[in-house]
DNA sequence: TGACATTTGCGAATAATTCGCATTAACAGA
DNA sequence: TCTGTTAATGCGAATTATTCGCAAATGTCA
């Protein structure tokens, strides 16, 4: 009997400025290519810092979901002066402006990703850990109606689906 | 602008013994009454200890979602010498059997309720806080689909929206 | 370039939850 | 009903993720 978590998000509050088609192996500044990503913190009357400028870098780059401490670690290749409370607040500050999407997970630190340009769900198998992306789903229309009958509009959701193998 | 998470949760995982009636005001004891629940504890070879039995009492009397501090301090009123880490093992214990239902919400600690005999969601009011259940919606049909065509068979799912007042 | 509010780094502080362990008690079998 | 086995409890200490306070550093805008 396996245990697997199927979490399921998506996310339609806000246009993302434009996804960052940065190779894996290019280690260049996402602000600096993305004058996008600047004007997102400055709209916000937030400062373009070097610490910001190399945690969005390291999150465009991946493809899982990291963590903080994950993201502490890899940010650390790109500036090694960076303190986990940076990155801590720094995500926070991202996520507000919604440049990223946190996921909380049961009895796990919680997880990052890059806003992504398309609706997409997660699965998450938790015997390995692994956080897997999975197509989107029509999921949306029906929190979206559920939503519009309260007086809502959604800005984003996440859904957790405990499942077991057939 | 006001701020809200909507959260929803089915479940459909196993029958519920049976829906408790206890009045407010009767301090019964549950397992007393539902020797179903006592059943379920000793199918999965766990012993009906008075500490479970007032833990699922208290969580049956109440129609809000608690967290383990208040269930701790309610259940304090049926026994005195209880304590909190008895209360956290006890609610993990009771969600593994699959009597109650954990609610992770991002930035406060978990909420619980006893499993309920029909399908309902939830909505969390960010600002008061407040907690307050609304009809099932058909979304588990959805996640039934998508978790079928994974190849799993959903145990419980669990969304949390996040929506703005229109 | 300079003023100044934001942001950072550091380490201490919080908050929720778990753990270790000696003691207690549930309950299956005699 | 009594008893032995073993799970469950209570206590407080430990862990873990995250936040906070504050002085020093640094973006940003005039």
């Known amino acids: 009997m396996s245990n697997v978590q199927l979490i399921m998000t998506c996310s339609n509050l806000r246009k993302h400025p434009r996804s960052l088609n940065v190779g894996p192996n290019k280690m260049v500044n996402a602000l600096n290519d993305e004058p996008d990503l ?17 945690i969005i870098t390291i999150l465009s780059e991946t493809d899982d ?9 890899k940010v650390r290749a790109l500036d090694d002066t960076i303190s986990v409370a940076t990155v801590y607040r720094t ?38 850990g692994e956080l897997v992306e999975i197509p ?18 959604i800005v984003s959701h996440h859904t957790v689906i405990r499942a077991r193998k057939r």
Chains 1, 2 share one sequence.
């Open 38 to 54: 600047r004007q997102v913190l400055r709209d916000a009357g937030l400062r373009v810092t070097p610490q910001r400028a190399s």
């Open 65 to 73: 979901h990291p963590n903080v401490e994950e993201l502490y670690e």
């Open 91 to 128: 995500m926070s500050v991202l996520e507000n402006v919604g440049l990223v999407r946190k996921l909380v997970l049961d009895d796990a630190p919680a997880r990052y990703e890059m806003m992504p340009p398309t609706n997409h769900d997660h699965l998450v198998d938790l015997e390995s």
């Open 136 to 153: 989107g789903t029509d999921i949306a229309d029906v929190m979206n109606r559920v939503a519009s009958e309260l007086g809502y509009e």
